[in-house]
């Protein structure tokens, strides 16, 4: 059963070309399409028995952490540790999408982000120190409904001068959408133009920051066709002119940057 089932991190979908239907998680779970048109989604996996695939014991998760009394560990005797205790219980969300095949294509990335990347809630014990504005906002102008902003961290600060690591992605894949797979410039000057996020200079890099992006190495495929050897056209990084960067589908860049 195992093998018919794939790691499902955000969202899967079947098509008849036309028609699409796609189901959003909020956590990962196993996928698989057995028969067409249809979906099946595995939450969780139980079971009292070892399956012998060399973890030498069940997956048998309890509410109480412990197996259950009635397990019995395969080549180890009678089970360890057990307890009378309730099998897992295991919430989530589901968003259910069926649409054309474009309009899926479109709407399923902004319900992926809704549900995968909620607005951050902070409480404070200190009643006189509570803030007038409960929301706040350090960006200046809306992000491109292609890009996001995946990282701004001072992690690398020590190894880079004193910069932050800033991350943009674009959401959608090449050929996912007609409207938003499309290149599409961002302006950092415009995003971050009040302080205490005013930018004050910018430089692209690697993902990690170890090193400019023109050493990123250019992968190639091997035709078995013809012979011939091909280079993706997605290979050579967007370009960073001033503040305002290109970036394109499946794209994911990273700066490292100043404010003031």
């Known amino acids: ?8 991190n955000s969202m899967v979908s079947v098509d008849d070309g036309t028609a699409q239907l796609a189901v959003i998680t909020d956590a990962s779970q196993g996928g698989s399409s057995l028969k067409d048109g249809e979906i099946q989604l595995m939450v969780h996996r139980r079971l009292l028995h070892d399956d012998m695939k060399g973890v030498f014991e069940a997956l048998n998760e309890t509410m109480c952490g ?16 057990a307890c009378l205790c309730e ?9 259910v999408v069926f649409d054309t095949v474009v309009k899926a294509n479109e709407v399923r990335r902004e319900y992926a982000e809704e549900v995968n990347f909620p607005p951050t809630v902070v409480f404070s014990k200190d009643v006189a120190g509570v803030p007038q504005s409960t929301s706040r906002s350090y960006v200046s102008a809306q992000l491109p409904p292609q890009v996001r902003l995946m990282t701004l961290t001072s992690n690398y600060q020590e190894a880079n001068d004193g910069k932050l690591l800033l991350r943009l992605s674009h959401k959608y894949g090449v050929g ?3 409207t938003y797979s499309v290149p599409v410039q961002v302006d950092l000057a415009q995003i971050f133009a009040v302080a205490p996020l005013q930018i004050t200079s910018a430089e692209q890099t690697q993902l990690t920051a170890f090193s400019p992006p023109q050493n990123t190495t250019q992968w190639k495929t091997y035709d078995l066709t013809d ?3 091909h280079t993706s056209p997605f290979t050579t990084p967007g370009t960073l002119q001033g503040y305002t960067v290109t970036i394109r ?5 990273t700066f490292l940057v100043t404010f003031q």
Do not use: M, Q
């Open 1 to 8: 059963v195992a093998g018919n089932f794939y790691p499902v």
């Open 66 to 81: 412990c197996a259950n009394a009635k397990t019995e560990i395969d080549g180890l005797g009678p089970d360890l540790g």
């Open 87 to 95: 099998g897992l219980t295991v919430r989530g969300r589901h968003l």
């Open 176 to 178: 996912e959408s007609p």
């Open 227 to 229: 012979g011939r050897i």
């Open 249 to 253: 589908p499946a794209e994911v860049l």
